[in-house]
Structure formats: C-alpha cells, structure tokens
C-alpha cells in the first residue's frame, strides 16, 4: 500500500491465497523481506475486528475456521460506482452488502472496496475464477 499523495509506501500489504490452508501457515512462520523481520495477520475488516475479538475460538483476533462470506477487492478504477462494482460481482452469487471505500477529503474512491455473500460458497466461487483461470 502507498501514500497517494507522496508515492511512499505506508508499510504494509496484502496477499491473497487460494488456499486458506497456505495462509494458516503463512500466519505461523517468521519472514524477513530486505533485510527487515515483517509480521503476517489475518485481514479484517475494520468492522468485523470487534465482533471478532470476542468471538469464541478465534486466534490471536482473527476468525477460527478459513471461511468467510465477506471478500476484500483492491485495484479498483478510480471511476468506480458502487452500482458497476456490484453487477460485477452478482455473477458469484447473492450479495447482502457493497462497499467502496472512499477518501473523507476529495470523496474518490480509494480503490479498493468490500463485497459480503449470502453464503461462503460464493466467496469460493469468486476465489476459484479469479485464481484458476
């Protein structure tokens, strides 16, 4: 992730795996990136970490099982609508929420957004298209 007003980056990014089992493991192994000791977390949304942390069974804040019904997109054009950015994504199933994030100073999106389903089967499908082909 970087500053969009300096170029800098802000010191942290995200990856995305097609198997939740890679993250876990990725989650429990120390990484150095040049030279410096970086740590791994789970992602989560912003509104999701409270309900998370008093969740039974989750670890260190983040969810037990692999499985969610809310999917994290980046890279979004900052043209974007919360219209263009749903019918897209209606193709995998049905949608309960859409979500662009967008910066509080000049009200453009910032690129990058949150879909949640109805069920985790469609986070699969979107994870197997966007993954295998």
């Known amino acids: 992730m970087r500053d969009r007003a300096t170029g800098r980056t802000r010191g942290f990014g995200f990856v995305v795996f097609a198997d939740p089992a890679v993250a876990e493991r990725v989650l429990m192994d120390k990484h150095i990136i040049d030279g410096r000791t970086v740590e791994a977390k789970k992602a989560v949304p912003r509104d999701d970490q409270h309900a998370i942390n008093r969740q039974p069974g989750g670890v260190l804040g983040s969810p037990g099982p692999g499985r969610t ?8 054009p900052s043209t974007i609508t919360e219209s263009d950015f749903k019918q897209y994504f209606d193709q995998f199933g049905t949608i309960t929420d859409v979500v662009v994030m967008y910066d509080h100073n000049t009200q453009r999106p ?12 469609a986070v699969d499908k979107v994870l197997y298209k966007n993954f295998m082909n």
Do not use: A, H, P, Q
């Open 69 to 76: 019904k809310k999917i994290f997109v980046g890279g979004l």
């Open 110 to 121: 910032r690129g990058f957004g949150f879909i949640t389903y109805d069920s985790e089967e």
